[in-house]
């Protein structure tokens, strides 16, 4: 049933189990906060008998077995002296009360199972594996006991063109040659829609341009991360005639050609770690 209760001096009572569900979010849930309405199936209190898991018109009656006490005790004596063995009685099953006539809609259960609208408050900043717990969402307790609890576990659905990194996320921008020599205004997805974005002359493979509160709202604050653009400079595998001969023609200028002495670049500085240079 649950954990088992005892109120002041009234039989005891078996609180509802907790019951426990994933839900999938989307980046963009995640990103602002969202309130899910959710399908959850779990027992409710029986209506018909109000709970009690009585024929409507009877009532429980006290327990004759261990006397309304929900526990019967064994003396036994033995040389050693008596010993007094406590258990659960058998009869009640430790209620303390037996139901002559259980109510027909719950077998005398005196709960039923339904499915039921839970509404779920998800804040902002969320990650899979973090969770919300809804007091009193659970099962509904046997013999109208206290309910359980309701434990959502979030779980981030994967996105087709982001990844997440903390409240930062990461988008890949592909440029053509031309867009990474002569720069470009270009509009890149966010989380919120499309903006413009200017990709400088010049610029690099591996480059992160940063658009700054683009990204994800931190948990229990108002401010919020940013969007990093990655550049990829795309190189054709495939060329017609004529674009071959411009692509030799621009090889046999100076200003097309790498830098032969990197001192201090990027390659010069990963030689010196690898090789210690």
Known sequence: FGTAQRGHGGPRTFRGRDLQVNLPLTLEEIAEGVTKKIRVTRYVRCEVCGGTGAEPGTKPEK????KGHGEVRQVTRSFLGQMVQVTTCPACHGRGEVIPRPCGACAGEGRVKDTVTVEIPVPAGVESGNYITLD?????????????????VFEEKRHKLFERHGVDIL??????????VLG??????????????DIPPGVQSGKVLRLRGKGI??????RRGDELVRIAVWIPDKLTPRERELFEELSRSEGIRPPEDDEGGFFHKMKSVLFGE
């Open 136 to 152: 009193g969402e659970g099962h509904a307790g046997p013999f109208n006991g206290p309910p359980g609890d309701l434990i959502v």
């Open 63 to 66: 327990c004759p077995t261990c």
């Open 184 to 197: 470009a205004k270009l509009q890149v997805p966010t989380l919120n829609g499309k903006v413009e974005v």
């Open 171 to 180: 988008y890949n921008l592909t440029l053509s040659i031309p867009q990474a």
């Open 217 to 222: 709202r931190h948990l229990d604050s108002s």
